[in-house]
């Protein structure tokens, strides 16, 4: 599921909101800039996502047969490479 620009912003309010409550965190910034932060990660991060679902796309597309988009073989083949692109990014950041 994607989230669009508006959810990005009330999952930003969320998280600050938590944060506040939590009184083992302290801020050392002014909350809405820390808030803006949190959102320019979580679109940054739908972008990037964006890219790796379009590059399994054309990974499909380069099959020697034509797979139909959203046919049992090409969401199997799109899941594969998903996971083993999620796989990637992990090991990245271990």
Do not use: T
Not at 50 to 71: N, T, V
């Amino acid at each position: 599921m994607k989230l669009s620009h508006e959810r990005c912003v009330h999952l930003s309010h969320l998280l600050i909101n938590a944060m506040e409550d939590d009184d083992g965190i302290e801020f050392l910034g002014d909350l809405n800039d820390i808030r803006l932060r949190i959102l320019n990660i979580l679109e940054s991060e739908l972008i990037k996502e964006d890219e790796m679902e379009e590059a399994i796309r054309r990974k499909i597309a380069a099959q020697r047969r034509d797979l139909p988009e959203g046919s049992a073989e090409w969401d199997l083949l799109f899941r594969k490479y998903y996971d083993e692109e999620v796989k990637k990014v992990k090991r990245v950041r271990e």
